[in-house]
């Protein structure tokens, strides 16, 4: 089954909500700050904007993908770039494991929300750490926490998603983006790739985590709050409504018994004027 990621539509507010627009945009803008060099490689590329956006900043990109559709879609949104956008920006149907790294390697690779889809992470990250040059970046996104998505194999958080990449990059930056975690960091060599966290990395990493689970408990606290207040108003509508009907019930026993009332004294003047009583004419019937 496709992704069908619409990263492009999300970012140039075409479908969804403000708020899916904002997060879009904020999180490609961050990925697109931490580029460094100036051959840049785009990893699951989507539909293409982050490259794009890239090439118009005068980067030379290399952007790949397993989807047909979305290479064919970001094609055809690099025809309206001009021309020297154009000439900056290669999109291919290619798997990085099969991809060949060039002469010197990247100076930037990107992996946007791809890392979460491998089951094995490090089948991802030792490509992009063959594929980078010497001192080359790692800059990368992925949801924060549970997704539910067909094809989300993992979840991440800042402590899980850090070990995992310590090995092979030095973490620059690490931040929370709308419900995103963005990381950047440099490819590290090969004789520090088997040193293992300190102290100082675990304290940042569950200060972080520690500080987006406040805000999610908040935000659950919020909601609740929300939810009894539109709770307390619908019962005292309803007790309103109670108050209103009242004096109508009242009103309809009083009418009711009247007529009531009424119909006997109806009876029993037609029986006087017959000269029998109610109870007389019941008697001979009887």
């Excluded at 949104?77 to 990247?106: C, M, N, T, W, Y």
Aim: proline content about 3%; overall charge positive; aromatic content about 8%.
């Amino acid at each position: 089954m496709a992704n069908r990621d619409q990263v492009n539509e999300r970012y140039y507010g075409q479908i969804n909500s403000e708020e899916s627009h904002e997060a879009t945009r904020n999180r490609i803008h961050w990925i697109c700050r931490h580029v460094q060099g100036r051959t840049v490689l785009d990893v699951g590329c989507s539909q293409g904007i982050t490259s794009i956006l890239l090439a118009r900043e005068g980067f030379e990109v290399t952007a790949i993908d397993l989807e047909e559709d979305s290479i064919s879609y970001a094609k055809k949104e690099l025809r309206h770039e001009s021309a020297p956008v154009r000439k900056r920006v290669h999109f291919q149907l290619q798997d990085i494991s099969l991809f060949e790294r060039p002469p010197g390697g990247f100076d930037t690779i990107i992996l946007g929300e791809i890392l979460e889809h491998f089951a094995h992470p490090d089948t991802l990250l030792a490509h992009a750490y063959r594929l980078l040059n010497k001192k080359g970046t790692l800059v990368l996104s992925v949801p924060y926490g549970y997704h539910p998505f067909h094809d989300h194999k993992r979840t991440y958080y800042a402590g899980s998603l850090s070990r995992v990449l310590y090995p092979y990059f030095t973490e620059q930056a690490l931040e929370v983006q709308h419900k995103y975690l963005c990381f950047a960091g440099r490819k590290k060599p090969k004789e520090l790739r088997e040193a293992k966290p300190g102290a100082e990395h675990l304290n940042k990493w569950m200060q972080l985590d520690e500080e987006q689970f406040q805000q999610v408990e908040q935000q659950h606290v919020r909601k609740m709050n929300q939810r009894k207040a539109a709770l307390d108003k619908a019962v005292q509508r309803i007790r309103h409504m109670e108050q209103q009907l009242l004096p109508l019930e009242r009103y309809a026993r009083v009418e009711q018994i009247d007529k009531t009332q009424a119909e006997r004294r109806d009876a029993y003047t037609d029986g006087k004027s017959t000269g029998t009583t109610t109870e007389e004419s019941a008697n001979r019937r009887g």
